[in-house]
């Protein structure tokens, strides 16, 4: 499995020391962890909390994910692949966005994004990320940074076993982000856009799929939220965090 360490000119630019890791690596839990799944999980619930959801809960298997919607009838259930009983909706953003979530709970299972961000749940921050919620992200982790002396972020590559270049290029766009705020995103969307779960996603490969998915998947902030999992009576749980821009932007 591949680990693509912080280079040196990225610790010269600030506190944040960031390491980019496959599920399989985390030998112990970070404190600050940003989990990424571009295609598509974390696409998938921004445009959730875009459609009005309270939160989502994150479930450790197809069995949990069905009795937590079988305790709470009025949950809306979504998994990867194919449309199946007892769940309500695929892991598509292009299906997706036509749904009515407001105040809703949601309950999602997937093979990548969730598997990580479970993975991570004893961390002191927990973040799951796309490029549809790259700035806010970033700007969250640089809050961080700037209230600590030096600080690491654990970058959890969930796709591919921790090779999928969509996710890796999310995680190195947010982290050079985070230390630069004028950090041009057009190679790392083009790294994405010619991934191999972009060409599956187009080709019909996957199963579940709208025809827009690569392209909601790779759109830059469209959403103007962080999101925060954490524990919440042994669920982990997602919210969206709003992020103020700094002060300087306030003011223009």
């Keep these: 499995m591949r680990l693509v360490a912080a280079s040196p000119g990225m610790r010269d630019h600030g506190p944040m020391e960031a390491r980019f ?64 009983p007892g769940f309500d909706a695929v ?24 598997v990580g961000a479970l993975a991570v749940k004893e961390a002191s921050l927990v973040l799951c990320a796309g490029f549809v919620v790259a700035e806010a992200t970033a700007r969250l982790l640089r809050t961080r940074a700037g209230d600590s002396d030096c600080y690491g972020v654990t970058f959890v590559v969930t796709g591919e076993g921790g090779r999928a270049d969509e996710d890796l290029a999310c995680a190195q766009y947010i982290a050079r982000r985070a230390l630069e705020a004028g950090t041009d995103a057009a190679e790392y969307l083009r790294r994405a856009g010619c ?56 003011s223009i």
């Design 21 to 84: 890791v496959g599920i399989a690596e985390l030998a112990e839990a970070p404190s600050v962890a940003v989990v990424v799944d571009v295609m598509r999980a974390f696409t998938v619930a921004a445009w959730a909390f875009g459609q009005g959801a309270e939160r989502i809960v994150l479930a450790e298997s197809l069995d949990e994910a069905l009795a937590l919607k079988a305790r709470h009838p009025d949950w809306v259930a979504l998994k990867d692949g194919p449309p199946a």
């Design 91 to 114: 892991n598509s953003p292009g299906l997706l966005r036509s749904l009515d979530l407001g105040g809703r709970t949601v309950v999602q299972k997937t093979m990548a994004g969730t």
């Design 195 to 250: 991934s191999r779960a972009a060409a599956e996603l187009a080709q019909g490969v996957r199963r579940g799929v709208h025809p827009d998915d690569v392209a909601l998947c790779l759109e830059l902030d469209r959403f103007p939220f962080a999101m925060v999992a954490a524990l919440e009576d042994s669920l982990m749980v997602l919210r969206p965090c709003a992020v103020p821009p700094p002060a300087d932007e306030l």
